[in-house]
């Protein structure tokens, strides 16, 4: 059985393995879907121990890295040039076991491989078997793991917060005074902020507006997943909330969802006010910032800015003026770029996949993860650390938003 999925939802790895347990086949190691804006051809052995992934499934699942001589004909470029009898592709979104045992198996039986693409949430959450259940979490937090470089370079991001006295970026000031932060928070304690406050470089929206007048586009028959990191890559449009830039700020967001989003932007209908009291804001760097001190977070908290100069296609919405403001807050902030050198990340730069791979390793690594926005990150932080007992903030959105509407609250009240 071949499936077609993405890094950025890499629990649907989980669902394939689960599917090809379900129809007792075996599995051809999943080929991540390339992403036509990222331009990432990134492959499942680029970024995850292949061998690790085989052996820790091996009494589960059959699993295979290629296909076996007599499928080769079984390729994608096969596949795009018609209609083939061993493809599905219109496999129903969140759908029972059942549905796999009626429609997959027969073809199956009668040509021995079966195609699954796309691959995007085709399998039910609810009234699974229980192993099948079991079995997805052993994937998801036992047997994807990914390779040695990528590791490597998130522990050097995590050694770098957890002992920023040996921090070789910098100079040998760099962050005096900071070794004291290790005693007060107990063996160098950090926090991971996921910012999702997040705007395209230029060239990118040029490129996708180019993108955008394709027919494909416009017939809605890309893959899903590119409209959906559309929907991430900018939350501060995408969402038509306020973030106080005054008229200017509102006319160029305005022009922004015109050109990108082609009318796709439903809360544009609703006023600010309606939007925070429903919880549909991102939060900014200076909200999060006063709801992070609220909470007792102080300024020798060491908190590690995720996503911030993290994706070559990102920068943060409003620039360093913006997050100077949290870093007033938040002196001993540390990111990406601030923690490592050129050399350990030549591997990974300009690659997003590999990225937002170690960006994970990071975020499940950290002592407390908050995300400033729900999305394919936070969602996965909550599954691993919930499974592992560790601290995870989850905003209340919707109350924050009328928290924030109210200019005349006190900060004794609001904490």
Known sequence: METLCSLYKYPLICDAVAVAKILNATLVIPHLEVNPVWQDLSSFPEIFDVDHFINALNDEVSIVKELPSKYSWSTREYYATGIRATRIKTALVHAPANWYLENVLP??????????????????FDNLPSDIQHLRCKVNFE???????IRLLGQALINGLRNPSKSHVGGANYL????????????GKFVVLHLRFDKLFQEVKKSMKSVCRTEALRLCLIPDLVREKEMEMDMAAHSACDFGGGKAEKLALAKYRQVIWQGRVLNAQFT??????????????EEIGLLLAALGFSNNTSLYLASHKFRF??????????????????PLMEDKKSLTTAEERSKVEEKASLLAAVEYY????????????PGNMHNAMLGYRAYKNLKTIRPNMALLGKLFLNKSMEWPDFQ
Do not use: W
């Open 143 to 149: 047997a994807l793991v990914f390779v040695p470089h």
């Open 362 to 373: 990071v975020n499940r690594h950290s002592d407390i993860f908050i995300s400033a926005s």
């Open 107 to 124: 073809m199956l039986q009668s040509y021995g491989i079966a195609a699954i693409a796309p691959f995007s949430h085709r399998l039910a």
């Open 313 to 330: 296609l990102f920068q943060v919405y409003g620039g360093e003026a913006r997050i100077s403001t949290l870093r007033k807050l938040f």
């Open 176 to 187: 005096d005074g900071r070794s004291d932060v290790i005693d007060k928070q107990g063996s």
């Open 272 to 285: 600010d006010a309606e939007l925070r009291n429903h919880g549909c804001c991102p939060l900014p760097p």
